[in-house]
């Protein structure tokens, strides 16, 4: 099977803009979280889609957004970007919701804002 | 390779040596224990995983401990080689979160 792609790989942004992540889940699962990862925070939880609905979010801005698709890709929205909002955005997939099981990681997108 | 944690607590192991990474983790009500294992410019990596009814539970040449009462998790790994050089982080799962630890870099020495 293949494994979790992400993309872009990196990206390079001003404060004010916006960016939009792609994640494209293990074939057959329907659970798909995001993270942020930076030095001083850690692996951070965002939000979980699961079956094109979001289970769970954690404790980041508005400006935070996602959504899943039917063929349970997904994408990460982050508007109006921030300088610390710099960091590398994993996401990962899962065939239980929930984080009850085993999470398969994609590569991540560096995003680095300017 | 990308950087996931400046100041992170370091392990340093000969090769070959048994390495032991521990973790406090936050809720009591958690049921659900991962650790994952980072290298560098890649994402997080399944090792193994625990439920809290069990106390131990062991994969190739790694073996998680789960102490409920004190809150604690660890992971000890056998023989362990220059391939297991990486950060390796806990996890739990809280009311259908997964919630991260600060992560611990091994390194192994040649």
Known sequence: ?114 | GESVGLHLPTLSVQEGDNSIINCAYSNSASDYFIWYKQESGKGPQFIIDIRSNMDKRQGQRVTVLLNKTVKHLSLQIAATQPGDSAVYFCAENEGFKTIFGAGTRLFVKA
């Not at chain 1, 400006?63 to 063929?71: A, K, M, T």
């Open chain 1, 1 to 114: 099977k293949a494994g979790v792609t992400q993309t872009p790989r990196y990206l390079i942004k001003t404060r004010g803009q916006q960016v939009t992540l792609s994640c494209s889940p293990i074939s057959g699962h329907r659970s798909v979280s995001w993270y942020q990862q930076t030095p001083g925070q850690g692996l951070q939880f965002l939000f979980e889609y699961f079956s094109e609905t979001q289970r769970n979010k954690g404790n980041f801005p508005g400006r935070f957004s996602g959504r899943q698709f039917s063929n349970s890709r997904s994408e990460m929205n982050v508007s109006t970007l921030e300088l610390g909002d710099s960091a590398l955005y994993l996401c990962a997939s899962s065939s239980l919701a929930g984080g009850d099981s085993e999470q398969f990681f994609g590569p991540g997108t560096r995003l680095t804002v300017l």
